[in-house]
């Protein structure tokens, strides 16, 4: 089975003990890295760091930021 190309990929999982001391170091090597880091606590993953960005195949259109024009139906 190949892997999916849009999936992070996931370096090896760090303690929350060693995270803590190394936590901006390892901000900017996800970042450089494109990698996820998973962060553990007593042995049991606890949380993941990811790069920021969009999923590869999410399409922007339109202006996200501008007022709608009409109501939602979830605030009727």
Known sequence: MA???D???MA???SSSQFKTSCLGLVDQ???SGEGLV???NGQPG???HPCGLHADVEIH???LAPIDSPWS???
């Open 7 to 9: 999936l992070v990929m």
């Open 74 to 76: 979830a605030l009727e």
């Open 30 to 32: 996800v970042s450089a």
């Open 3 to 5: 892997a999916d190309p």
């Open 47 to 49: 949380a993941e760091l």
């Open 12 to 14: 090896a999982p760090i």
């Open 39 to 41: 962060i553990t606590k």
């Open 62 to 64: 339109g202006d996200l």
